[in-house]
């Protein structure tokens, strides 16, 4: 028997190293940032499903009779197939959109569409439930938040259908499926993933359903075995970018100057390769301090690197000139030219010290989490071992 409630969360996610450089076939680390997104799955008999996401401000609903009388042999049993551009056509007419709805609402509605049609389609009858989903992380920002959303909808679908069983017992507070279970919940997430992106890479849906730090390149993708705990702090320089435009000038200077861009590809390469290095030395030992000195200059010449590659912004200078003041080291993550940056926090640094970085960062107009990366992947949790700030998000107060 299904608990009255499923609740289920996952990880964001931040490039380590090797962001552009990965574009070029070389390596990238990826982590999961504890920044999560939750899911509340509510089953009931009213006939209807509805889809509640208060951080973009969207609350749908859909007559499950409706639903049921559906043409879905365009989804094609049961099976992976990618959602096709005539699929989505179909699903944008039984999602009924207002005329004023904003991409990014459009596009998580027919995710969740998509997947609750595929996933429940072989029940007897599609299932009433009511969905919410709150999350901690930014969207838009280079988060990987819409993987995390992907990889909710996945797990609670596919254990709500008993597609996987809910590997929460009796007086645990949380748990994680096994590794089968996850391959299954990856592959479905991935299929949302490209409903709202069309090509995605599969790294961010793989960092948020596996969780700790993966290694990506040329499309293999494969864990790091253990990882240290970190702490960093992210900011948000909230300067908007366009991603393709900075792929695209990256490509345009290695066709300009391949002799000093290649070069500079290379290094990045080998920074990657030896920043997975010391956090597999950390992760077997005890972290000595000049692990973490390592990791700072490991930081400093990439970031310098990509500054090179001109992804750079003033907003991501002044956040490294501020940091640094405070003795503190940082580097973009994802595209650049604004967006996001990290901040390695060492394990000797004291409440106020960081307290007093945060509120310089602050003042610099940049939103600011203190938080950890290598986080567990999508993990299912009873109500009590929430926070009490997240069971409220998710109960609407």
Known sequence: MLPDVLLVSAPGKVILHGEHAVVHGKVALAVALNLRTFLQLQPHSSGKVSLNLPNIGIKRAWDVARLQLLDMSFLEQGDLTAPTLEKLETLKEVADFPEDCADNERLAVLAFLYLYLCICRKQRALPSMDIVVWSELPTGAGLGSSAAYSVCLAAALLTLCEEIPNPLKDGEASSRWTAEDLELINNWAFQGEKVIHGNPSGVDNAVSTWGGALRYQQGKISSLKRLPALKILLSNTKVPRSTKALVLNVR?????????????????????????????????????????????????????????????????????????????????????????????LRPDLTGPEVEAVKQALTGCGFDCWETSIGAPGISVHTAASLDTPIRQALDGL
């Open 252 to 344: 345009n200077r290695l066709l300009k100057f391949p002799k000093i861009v290649a070069p500079l590809l290379t290094s990045i390469n080998a920074i990657s390769l030896e920043c997975e290095q010391v956090l597999e030395e950390m992760a077997t030992a005890v972290p000595a301090p000049e692990h973490y000195l390592a990791l700072e200059e490991l930081i400093d010449m990439n970031q310098h690197h990509l500054n090179a590659l001109g992804v750079g912004h003033a907003s991501l200078d002044q956040l490294c000139q501020v940091t640094m003041a405070h003795g503190l080291h940082s580097k973009l993550t994802g595209a650049g030219g604004g967006g996001c940056g990290i901040t390695l």
